[in-house]
Structures are given as C-alpha cells and as structure tokens.
C-alpha cells in the first residue's frame, strides 16, 4: 500500500512557478495526523507501508511524520518511506534520525 502525506503546504523556496504561489499555506495538525495514522494502519492489512512525505515542504512539519511513525511503530507497522524536498532543512540529526526510523 503506498501513502502520499502532505504534512503542510509551507515551503521555505517560494519559487515563482510553484503551484501554490499565492494560495494559503496549510499545515496538518497533530490531530490530522493521529487520523492518518489511523487510516494507514487500518487500510494496509498485511500489506506492505510505502510512505511518500510531500508538500510544500515537508520538514516545515515534522511533527506530522513524527506522531505518524511513531503511530505507526507502537502499531508494529513496518514501511518505507519516501520525501519530496529542496533539501534545505536537512541536518545530520533529521537525517540520521530518517534512516534509523
């Protein structure tokens, strides 16, 4: 099963031609995320978690993917996961912490 989680719509990038030039930025809160914790874990069966992070920028909400791994740890859920990024908020710390979780 695989899973495309817009954690927020805020980019640090603010590039001209991005699609949501203009449009409000929004950001998933804590209890959207627990729901989409939920949802995954009540839709993928025994079927494998593949996870695309998305955005805006998806680091402007770690949060999100934090309460949802972790949902989904306490769950026993294994998955994978994928993230669309400019790459600009990432630091040893996150990246370390991405590839141990």
Known sequence: MSYT???????????????ENGRPRYKMTDKIAEDTAKYI???SGSK???INWFGGEPLYNQS?????VNKL???NKSFKS??????????PEIIK???EE
Not at 82 to 90: R, T
């Open 41 to 43: 874990v009540n839709t």
């Open 97 to 99: 912490k991405a590839k």
């Open 82 to 91: 994928a993230m669309v990024s400019n790459g600009y908020l990432f630091t």
């Open 48 to 50: 494998k978690i593949n």
């Open 64 to 68: 999100a993917i934090e309460i949802i």
């Open 5 to 19: 989680v817009f954690t927020t719509l805020e980019c640090n990038a603010h590039c001209p031609y991005c699609f």
């Open 73 to 75: 740890k306490e769950n």
